[in-house]
């Protein structure tokens, strides 16, 4: 994304939920924490992180399950689709989306890896990312 005026969209598999945020994302990366793993049913997790106050749910009601004290992860209730995990970090409230939530995933390249300390010890990492033990926020 290149500046506050741009907008991305998403939304779930069957298309009930649709979002759209506004301006660049605060960050991007993949986690590897067992929550994110269990919720994604994947080896790691891609997000999109962004302020909430950038995004707008557009249609659809997305069900919110509280995985950890504060933390909400978002699905769509009819197709299962995973959308996001909804919390506040430092006094900020953030909504970091799963990048294959988005319509254009590919504008949102990672840029570090979270919790690489709950890597499963058989996946490869072959890139020259920042890896963090524990969470940046």
Known sequence: MADENSTASGGCLCGKIRFEVQGDPVGAGYCHCRSCRKQTGAPL????????????????????????PGVFRSFCPVC??????????????????????????????????????????????ADDLKKYPGSMM
């Not at 997790?45 to 399950?65: H, K, L, M, N, P």
């Not at 919390?87 to 690489?116: C, K, M, Q, R, W």
């Open 45 to 68: 997790a891609a997000f999109a992180v962004f302020r909430t106050d950038q995004v707008t749910w557009i249609s659809g009601e997305r069900a919110r399950y509280e995985s950890s």
């Open 80 to 125: 299962g689709s995973t959308l996001a995990l909804e919390a506040v970090y430092g006094g900020v409230d953030l909504t970091e989306f799963h990048i294959s939530a988005l319509d254009e995933p590919d504008a949102f390249p990672p840029n570090e890896h979270t919790h690489y300390k709950e890597k499963i010890p058989w996946l490869h990492v």
